[in-house]
């Protein structure tokens, strides 16, 4: 866990800057730890980021282009010194990724500084951030990094209809719980065309309680739940393929060519919990490479090394999620290599 200091030093960057840029990751826990500092800060401007060294020259772009005093950037691992050297404003770089040099104009935090084993999401952070006012939203995104934050008790009473007492193990709230529902809700503002993501993530800074998700009790929430209710048609179509797939007790690959929208990290997630003694490989293929999710319930990072041996590729990730992107006439040694390894 990050100290008090640095917990109190986040917050006052945060507090003493006046138009912040907000750049993070494209996923859950991203996506959440931005939705609580916009929310505590009341101002600045978020940009999701799927590719960061392919943007950099359209953010230095937007920081002239809104006045912005402040970068901070969430749960995004890797940064390209070009960036640094090109934006001129003081850069906050939150994560929990491994550990990565900065230049001195950069404030880096990253719970692994501390202890190289830590495992805790940017959201939890951010929820220490902003002194817990927005717990719900910080939940979305622990669990959606298969994280259980310790406040889920607290949670669990103040949203028993979303998490129910006693529940706090992950296979069952993501398939079972309406928390479950919530993150594939927040996966999938982030998928679908530019402009539909961008007015999702803006109308989720207007959202205040979950329900208004859930139950459509807002204009808001109505309009973010039938983005997902759209996209969870599609999804379960895949699911359901998928599962139909035969296996062979160690591993199952699940293909699919479809190039308008990435689902491969949620349909990995949910299979892993639905078959958790297998090795999940979810490979799309885009412009002659499979760009995969890989899951397991044991540490994934050394097989994924030694799968990457004379493969035309690359990958990397946390002990039990792991992306990576190979070259389509690679693709079937890679899986070998990992076969290989089971």
């Given amino acids: 866990m990050h100290t008090e200091k640095e917990i109190l030093e986040m917050r006052t960057e945060l507090e003493e800057c006046q138009n912040p840029l907000f750049l993070f990751h ?7 730890s931005f939705l609580q500092l916009y929310k505590y800060k009341q101002d600045g401007t978020g940009i999701v980021i799927s590719n960061m060294s392919k943007m950099t020259d359209f953010i230095v772009r937007k920081i002239e282009e809104y006045g912005v005093d402040k ?9 390209k010194e070009e960036f640094f050297e090109k934006v ?3 850069i906050v770089w939150i994560d929990h990724h491994d550990v990565v040099e900065v230049g001195k104009n950069v404030k880096y935090f990253n719970v692994k500084k501390n202890d190289k084993k830590a495992y805790v999401p940017v959201s939890y952070t951010c929820y220490q951030v902003t002194e817990g006012k927005f717990m719900w939203t910080s939940m979305v995104g622990c669990v959606g990094d ?7 008790e607290e949670f669990s009473e103040k949203y028993p209809e979303l998490l129910p007492s006693g529940v706090n193990e992950m296979p069952e709230i993501v398939i079972n719980t309406k928390l479950g529902t919530l993150l594939k809700v927040f996966s999938f503002v982030l ?3 530019t402009a ?26 109505k309009f973010i739940y039938n983005h997902f209710y759209r996209i969870h048609e599609k999804f379960q179509t895949l699911l359901e393929d998928a599962l139909s797939k035969e296996t062979d007790g160690k591993i199952l690959v699940y293909v699919y060519t479809d190039d308008k929208m990435a689902l491969s990290a949620m349909l990995a997630n949910e299979l892993s919990y639905i078959m958790p003694d297998r ?9 002659g490479e499979y760009k995969m999710s890989l899951r397991y319930f044991k540490k994934i990072p050394p097989v994924l090394k030694k799968a990457l041996i004379g493969v035309n590729g690359r990958g990397g990730g ?3 999620a792991c992306g990576a992107a190979v070259k389509e006439e690679d693709f079937d040694r890679f899986v070998e290599n990992i076969r290989k390894q089971l």
Avoid: M, S, W
């Fill in 26 to 32: 494209d996923d859950q826990d991203g996506l959440c």
């Fill in 146 to 152: 298969a994280f259980i934050p310790p406040f889920y």
């Fill in 88 to 90: 001129k404003v003081p």
């Fill in 318 to 320: 946390h002990d039990f």
């Fill in 196 to 221: 539909d993501i961008r007015k999702c993530i803006k109308i989720l800074t207007r959202v205040k309680e979950p329900n208004e998700i859930l139950k459509r009790e807002t204009a808001q929430g």
């Fill in 71 to 79: 970068v901070f950037i969430l749960d995004i691992p890797v940064v």
């Fill in 279 to 287: 090795f999940i490989i979810l490979a799309r293929l885009k412009d």
């Fill in 191 to 193: 998928k679908g065309g």
